[in-house]
């Protein structure tokens, strides 16, 4: 299958601090990414849903200004969370799926804690 | 509203034979997959299915009826290493992913 890279892996920042999350396909074209997040034990939520060039859809309740997502190419999309607080620190998994495609590939997850 | 329901946990015995099951209600269907989760790692992909029938791949095998909102992921010979989340997850006609709760699967020796 395709091959979709999560950076970091993990990362711990202090609070009120701003952290990136970078998510790369690396062998296709990724019109669309996928950022979720996953709680201890629960389920993924779909934080929001980009298109290449476009402005990102956000899912109820997940706040476009705190969780900003940039799509600026085929093969990256970032997800930045600003102001982190301690309420923040989860599991943030990309996925990434080509055009045409019906399978989204999944990045390795970032695993962030704030402090 | 759409909905996904899979059991929230199983257990089985190592060696034997496991069936996972997901119900699914959503606006329209693109397909179906089941994902494997071990704790603290990401989703990996272990079918796909859009048409009806039985789709076996080693000692996996995931089967979908249409009709009736159904499918199953079988798991057979279980060794300790498939102890681990199950997802199923459909794609509705706007083409989003819809996720179930997960499985999380026990296996015992």
């Known amino acids: 299958g395709a091959v979709v890279s999560q950076h970091p892996s993990w990362v711990i920042c202090k609070s009120g601090t701003s952290v990136k999350i970078e998510c790369r396909s690396l062998?296709?074209?990724?019109?669309?990414m996928f950022w979720y997040r996953q709680f201890p034990k629960q389920s993924l939520m779909l934080m929001a849903t980009?298109?290449?060039?476009?402005?990102?859809?956000?899912e109820q309740g997940v706040e476009k200004d705190k969780f900003l997502i940039n799509h600026a190419s085929l093969t990256l999309s970032t997800l930045t969370v600003t102001s982190a607080h301690p309420e923040d620190s989860s599991f943030y998994i990309c996925?990434?799926?080509?055009?045409?495609?019906?399978?989204?590939?999944f990045g390795q997850g970032t695993r962030l804690t704030v402090v | 509203g759409q909905n996904i329901d899979q059991p929230t946990e199983m257990t089985a015995t190592e060696g034997a034979i496991v069936q996972i099951n997901c119900t699914y209600q959503?606006?329209?269907?693109?397909?179906l997959f089941w994902y494997q989760q071990h704790a603290g790692e990401a989703p990996t992909f272990l079918s796909y299915?859009?048409l009806d029938g039985l789709e076996e791949k080693g000692r996996f095998s995931s089967f979908l009826s249409r009709s009736k909102g159904y499918s199953y992921l079988l798991l057979k010979e279980l060794q300790m290493k498939d102890s681990a989340s199950y997802l199923c997850?459909?794609?509705?006609?706007?083409?989003?992913?819809?996720w179930g709760a997960g499985t999380k699967l026990i296996i015992k020796p």
């Open positions: 996925s990434a799926r080509g055009s045409g495609d019906t399978e989204a590939f």
């Open positions: 062998d296709f074209q990724a019109t669309t």
């Open positions: 980009s298109n290449e060039g476009s402005k990102a859809t956000y």
């Open positions: 959503t606006s329209g269907f693109n397909g």
């Open positions: 299915n859009v």
């Open positions: 997850a459909v794609i509705d006609s706007n083409y989003q992913l819809i």
